[in-house]
């Protein structure tokens, strides 16, 4: 399993969660961005700068991900990519997506950009407060729990 974190717009303070999470299980952790990141010195974390551009961090994670790998990203067809692929995605609110929602999640996503599209002023998500970090942590510690479970099982 490899993380991978679409990290242009991922709070630091779910980063510094992934940063503790990948240490403490052994898991590598990488952060992709189009601006230069600063990570603690560790062999299992990296950050990795992508050209300036629309979605190239995205194409970069989805071009990359190998089925199982968790990808932490608030962008729903990224996610929905993802989980084409066979991976796990969660986004900083401890949502996590999934076969069941993804369709949902773009059909919503779809209809805000077309009322944006219309100029109607849709706004953005409220801030990410502690009980969206604890939510972002437990949905975190629910994957790795339940991939630690089946790669335990012979």
């Not at 805000?112 to 706004?123: H, I, M, S, Y």
Request: one cysteine or more.
């Amino acid at each position: 399993m490899h993380i991978w974190v679409d990290a242009d717009a991922c709070p630091a303070v779910i980063k510094d969660i992934l940063y503790r999470a990948a240490q403490r299980r052994g898991i590598p952790l990488t952060l992709v961005a189009n601006q230069p990141l600063q990570t603690p010195p560790s062999p299992l974390i990296r950050s990795l700068r992508v050209r300036q551009g629309f979605d190239v961090a995205d194409r970069h994670i989805a071009a990359h991900l190998q089925p199982g790998d968790l990808v932490i990203t608030a962008d729903i067809p990224l996610a929905a990519e993802v989980i084409a692929k066979g991976g796990d995605a969660i986004n900083p609110r401890g949502e996590r997506y999934t076969p069941d929602n993804i369709r949902e999640r773009l059909a919503v996503r779809n209809f805000l950009e077309e009322l944006r599209g219309a100029g109607v002023a849709t706004g953005g998500p409220p801030p990410l407060g502690l009980a969206e970090r604890q939510a972002f942590a437990n949905a975190l510690d629910r994957l790795l729990a339940q991939r630690r479970a089946t790669e335990v099982r012979p």
